[in-house]
């Protein structure tokens, strides 16, 4: 039953990051990608530093250090993934930036199978790349933005992981959305006319940063303390599928044949690499 419960959780997790992105999609025209990641960094940080209270601890040198780094990656890479959001189809976006956690775990093996892995991602990405037999071209600043997210979703893991040995629990994550918040401040203040929101804005805003940060994340929490990592992994390798769904719905954002054939190959080797590594696992989201 623990088990069942904790799948059920993760893919409520993964629902709920891809609706609030979805959502965060269709503010775009009123707010722009930038002004949009401030307003979800922000509500998420103040939203996890008021549950989590991390005030209430004291820190090291070398863990302040590591919330730095651990939160630039992060500020970074939601920004990117909302630049390129505004270019591509929320399915492709997510396929493109899975490529990240994927190269942290081909350059962590020696094993000629993990390059098999990535060899499929790079197909995906080869599909997906604008080319004169597709049926829908595809904006390649967008696609240079997703990959770019997903390097700083890589480096989002290696420091994540340094960051666990200095600080547990939610307070890590608290104070690297901080961070993250104040990272993408300087490139949104131009982008920002509070007096000009709307309380329909505002709400939106709030769901964004719900879905997208503070309920998956404490979902995802509960998952992994009740399935093995592999486990989550091979789940989490269905987000991008999760996100063409959301783009289709919420967006209207249909993908041609060969599109989905792209995210079929970054799952792939997203499945793939999660079953056949020593220690298979993909930090949340957040």
């Not at 530093?49 to 651990?70: D, N, R, T």
């Not at 240079?144 to 390097?151: K, R, S, V």
């Not at 893991?157 to 307070?171: C, E, R």
């Not at 879905?211 to 093995?228: C, D, G, Q, V």
Request: with cysteine; glycine share 8%.
């Amino acid at each position: 039953m623990e088990k069942i419960t904790a799948i059920l959780c993760l893919l409520i997790a993964m629902f709920s990051i891809q609706g609030g992105a979805s959502f965060a999609k269709q503010l775009f025209p009123a707010l722009g990608p930038e002004a949009t990641t401030f307003l979800r960094v922000w509500i998420s940080a103040l939203i996890l530093l008021a549950i989590y209270q991390p005030w209430k601890h004291k820190f090291s040198k070398q863990a302040l250090q590591a919330v730095a780094l651990y939160g630039i990656s992060l500020g970074a890479m939601n920004l990117l993934f909302y630049l390129s959001l505004e270019r591509i189809p929320l399915g492709i976006a997510v396929a493109l930036e899975f490529t990240g956690p994927l190269a942290v775990a081909t350059f962590a093996s020696k094993r000629l199978l993990d390059v098999m892995w990535a060899l499929l991602a790079a197909l995906g990405i080869v599909l997906i790349l604008p080319h004169s037999d597709f049926s829908q071209s595809i904006d390649i600043v967008g696609v240079l933005f997703a990959l770019a997210a997903g390097a700083f979703w890589g480096l989002y893991i290696i420091f994540g992981k340094k960051l666990g040995s200095h600080i547990k629990g939610g307070s890590a994550t608290a104070m690297g959305m901080l961070v993250a918040a104040l990272t993408v401040t300087p490139t949104s203040v131009s982008s920002l006319h509070f007096a000009d929101y709307t309380g329909y804005i505002w709400l939106m805003a709030l769901a964004v940063a719900i879905l997208s940060s503070a309920l998956p994340y404490s979902l995802e929490m509960i998952a992994l303390r009740r399935i093995p990592s592999k486990t989550f992994g091979v789940l989490m390798s269905l987000e991008p599928a999760i996100a063409a769904l959301m783009g289709l719905i919420f967006l209207s954002e249909k993908l041609s044949g060969i599109q989905l054939a792209a995210i079929v190959c970054v799952m792939g080797a997203s499945c793939g690499s999660s079953l056949t590594s020593r220690s298979a696992e993909v930090p949340p989201q957040t």
